[in-house]
C-alpha cells in the first residue's frame, strides 16, 4: 500500500484499537495466482509482541485450501469520506478522499483441535455479542459440533503491517480543522468518526 512517511502510524495500542474496532475485514489469498477474497469477522490477541488474527470461515469456501505457506494479505478499512476543495482555505486544489486502512500480512495456520475451535467461536461470540454468550453456553453439544464441523477456524500470526492515515496531513493543521469541521456539519457517522480521527491527529 502506498504511505508517506507522514501517513504511517506507528502507535501500537492505536494499531490495535484501530483492528479491533474494523473487526470485518478481507482476507486475500492467491497473491501468486487467481486472487480470492472473503469478508470475515476476526478477533484481535497479542501473543507477547506477537499480534495473532483469528478468524474463521465456513467449510465449503475454498478459499481456505489454498493455505499452504503463502503469505495472505488482510484488508482493515475505518472511516473514510470525500473531501470537497470547496473546504480549504486555499480554494486552488482538487477534490480527495480521505482514509484510515491497515493491511496486514502473515502465514495462516489452520487450528483443528476441535476445543481450539469451540474457543475461537466464544471468543468471538463474547466480543460482539456478550449478552448472548450465556444462551451460546447452554447449547447442546450435539449441535456445537455439528456448527464446528461446518466452518474452518485458523489464525495469522501478524509479520508486518502497512498502514495509512490520509488525513490532509500535508495541508498542515489549518486545512485540517477546516475538513474535519466540514466532516461533522454532516451528520454521517463515517463521516463524523473521520472528523475525530483527523483532530486526534493534528499536528502540534
Same mark, same amino acid.
Given at each position: 500500500? &502506498?504511505?508517506?512517511? &507522514?501517513?504511517?502510524?506507528?502507535?501500537?495500542?492505536?494499531?490495535?484499537?484501530?483492528?479491533?474496532?474494523?473487526?470485518?475485514?478481507?482476507?486475500?489469498?492467491?497473491?501468486? +495466482?487467481?486472487?480470492?477474497?472473503?469478508?470475515?469477522?476476526?478477533?484481535?490477541?497479542?501473543?507477547?509482541?506477537?499480534?495473532?488474527?483469528?478468524?474463521?470461515?465456513?467449510?465449503?469456501?475454498?478459499?481456505?485450501?489454498?493455505?499452504?505457506?503463502?503469505?495472505?494479505?488482510?484488508?482493515?478499512?475505518?472511516?473514510?469520506? &470525500?473531501?470537497?476543495?470547496?473546504?480549504?482555505?486555499?480554494?486552488?486544489?482538487?477534490?480527495?478522499?480521505? &482514509?484510515?486502512?491497515?493491511?496486514?500480512?502473515?502465514?495462516?495456520?489452520?487450528?483443528?483441535?476441535?476445543?481450539?475451535?469451540?474457543?475461537?467461536?466464544?471468543?468471538?461470540?463474547?466480543?460482539?455479542?456478550?449478552?448472548?454468550?450465556?444462551?451460546?453456553?447452554?447449547?447442546?453439544?450435539?449441535?456445537?459440533?455439528?456448527?464446528?464441523?461446518?466452518?474452518?477456524?485458523?489464525?495469522?500470526?501478524?509479520?508486518?503491517?502497512?498502514?495509512?492515515?490520509?488525513?490532509?496531513?500535508?495541508?498542515?493543521?489549518?486545512?485540517?480543522?477546516?475538513?474535519?469541521?466540514?466532516?461533522?456539519?454532516?451528520?454521517?457517522? +463515517?463521516?463524523?468518526?473521520?472528523?475525530?480521527?483527523?483532530?486526534?491527529?493534528?499536528?502540534?
Amino acid at each position: 500500500m &502506498y504511505s508517506p512517511d &507522514y501517513n504511517r502510524i506507528e502507535d501500537r495500542p492505536e494499531l490495535l484499537a484501530f483492528l479491533r474496532a474494523n473487526n470485518f475485514p478481507t482476507l486475500v489469498t492467491g497473491t501468486g +495466482g487467481v486472487l480470492h477474497a472473503s469478508h470475515l469477522p476476526v478477533t484481535i490477541h497479542e501473543h507477547g509482541s506477537q499480534v495473532v488474527i483469528d478468524m474463521h470461515m465456513a467449510k465449503n469456501n475454498p478459499q481456505w485450501k489454498e493455505f499452504f505457506d503463502d503469505e495472505v494479505l488482510v484488508i482493515f478499512t475505518g472511516p473514510h469520506a &470525500y473531501v470537497s476543495p470547496r473546504w480549504y482555505a486555499d480554494q486552488e486544489r482538487v477534490p480527495t478522499w480521505n &482514509y484510515a486502512a491497515v493491511h496486514a500480512y502473515g502465514v495462516p495456520a489452520i487450528n483443528a483441535d476441535r476445543k481450539a475451535k469451540a474457543e475461537s467461536q466464544r471468543r468471538l461470540i463474547e466480543s460482539l455479542d456478550p449478552a448472548w454468550l450465556p444462551k451460546h453456553d447452554a447449547l447442546s453439544q450435539k449441535y456445537v459440533d455439528m456448527m464446528l464441523d461446518g466452518i474452518v477456524n485458523f489464525s495469522i500470526p501478524v509479520a508486518r503491517m502497512e498502514t495509512r492515515w490520509k488525513l490532509s496531513q500535508n495541508r498542515g493543521r489549518q486545512e485540517m480543522e477546516l475538513i474535519a469541521a466540514a466532516l461533522e456539519k454532516s451528520g454521517d457517522a +463515517g463521516e463524523l468518526a473521520l472528523a475525530q480521527l483527523t483532530r486526534r491527529h493534528f499536528p502540534t
